[in-house]
Structure formats: C-alpha cells, structure tokens
C-alpha cells in the first residue's frame, strides 16, 4: 500500500480533494537514465498535484480545509492502471490495422493506417469507459487513512 500526506484543499460531501507535494522515486531505479518517466519528474519534482480521495474506512465529515491527511493506493492499481491507460489503445490500434488489412479491399498502406487511427480512437474510448465506471470505486482510487488534524499541529502517523 502507498500512503502520502497531503494537505486538504476541499471538502465534498462524498470525497476530499487533497493537495501533494511530488516526489521523485527515481533515484532508486536502476532504469532511471533511460525511462521517459524519469526525466518528466526531473521536470516536475517538487510541484503540488490535486488528488480526488474517498473517504475509505475515515469519514470526511472530521476533516476541514488546510487539514494534513494520510491517504492510500495500493500497489496493484498503479499496475492495473498503466496496463490500462498504456496497452488496451495499444492492442486497439494493432487490432484495427490488422483488421482493416483483413477485412476491407484497397490500398493496405492507407488501410492499415486508417484501421489504425480507428482502433486506437477505439481503445482510447474503452480507458474512458473504464474510467467513467470505476469513477467512485475505493479499489481503483486513492482513499483517505486518517485525518492529522490542522497544518500546525504535530501528530505521529500510524
């Protein structure tokens, strides 16, 4: 499970949105010098990020704005979710050029890449689909572990 402190900047009644400071886990990545994910957080280190967090086990009605909280993520979703996001409009794009070679007379240059375009629009709409159906869901979104009060005050975390 991933856990980071945030501060919160927004109460909802069914969430909270929470504001993090991004950190950079690249320097203990052997692939750092050669993974564009590497360099965009070079760029970006240090810059605030708006999180949407569910309310999980801890109740959002506690917390009020500028107070720190601990939120969670388990480890899978960062996996299941760039599996996701990456390779389904992969796989759609590959699909649509084969399947436009295969099934439709004409030019296979201008085939294949109009199969292409088509089925990586295709797999753009199925991560949105997905998206859009596991909005509200706790398994696929950050949720929120345990309010620590105002931004001045000094409590441990458990």
């Known amino acids: 499970m991933l856990t980071e402190v945030g501060r919160v900047v927004a109460v909802e009644r069914d969430g909270l949105w929470v504001e ?7 320097g203990s990545c052997g692939a750092r010098k050669a993974c564009g994910h590497g360099l965009a957080n070079q760029l970006r280190d ?5 999180v949407r967090v569910l309310p999980g ?11 720190r909280v601990v939120i969670s993520l388990p480890e899978e979703i960062i996996l299941r979710g760039s599996f996701i996001a990456y390779v389904l409009p992969l ?13 439709l007379p004409g030019n296979p240059d201008v085939l294949s890449a109009v199969g292409a375009a088509a089925g ?11 998206s ?23 409590v441990s975390v458990q």
């Open 132 to 154: 859009t159906a596991h909005h509200d869901d706790p398994r696929y979104q950050p949720v929120l572990l345990q309010n620590l009060g105002p931004a001045g005050q000094q």
């Open 120 to 130: 990586l629009v295709a797999g753009f709409a199925l991560v949105r689909m997905h």
């Open 57 to 67: 086990d801890a109740g959002v009605g506690d917390c009020a704005v500028d107070d």
């Open 91 to 103: 796989a759609g794009m590959l699909a649509g050029a084969l399947a436009a070679l295969e099934f």
């Open 46 to 50: 240090g810059e605030r990020g708006l």
């Open 20 to 26: 993090t400071i991004r950190s950079s886990t690249c």
